[in-house]
């Protein structure tokens, strides 16, 4: 079974930076698409980047782009989403999900119902 675990969130002064963490067990790293979403409450999941190991593919939100940068450490079986010039209303809880590759669709989607399989997430608080 594969489990996935967040970490790395906190509280941050708007223009911060933050890296967290989403540690893979179970399963290898590459065998997955990998996806980072937020969520607020009252609010469906937003998503914010995705990677895809078929052809080392990385899809960003608009919301983000230019600030959010995804990297992987395959030894570690660990995805990371690198959080700079943080804003507001990037507040959030920030999940991340694993999908297993379908043949249908060649790239990852940033939306959540595809993922087979989720972490518990991490609070990420931007305030002054």
């Known amino acids: 079974q594969v489990q996935l675990v967040e970490s790395g969130g906190g509280l941050v002064q708007p223009g911060g930076s933050l890296r967290l963490s989403c540690s893979v067990s179970g399963g290898t790293l590459d065998s997955y698409i990998i996806g980072w979403f937020r969520q607020v409450p009252g609010k469906d999941h937003e998503g914010v980047s995705c990677f895809d190991p078929r052809e080392d593919r990385v899809i960003y939100s608009d919301s983000v782009k230019g600030r959010f940068t995804i990297s992987r450490d395959n030894t570690k079986n660990t995805m990371y989403l690198h959080l700079d010039n943080l804003k507001p209303e990037d507040t959030a809880v920030y999940y991340c999900?694993?999908?297993?590759?379908?043949?249908?669709?060649?790239?990852?989607?940033?939306?959540?119902?595809?993922?087979?399989?989720w972490g518990h997430g991490t609070q990420v608080t931007v305030s002054s």
């Open positions: 999900g694993a999908e297993v590759p379908p043949q249908i669709r060649k790239m990852c989607v940033l939306i959540s119902h595809p993922y087979d399989y």
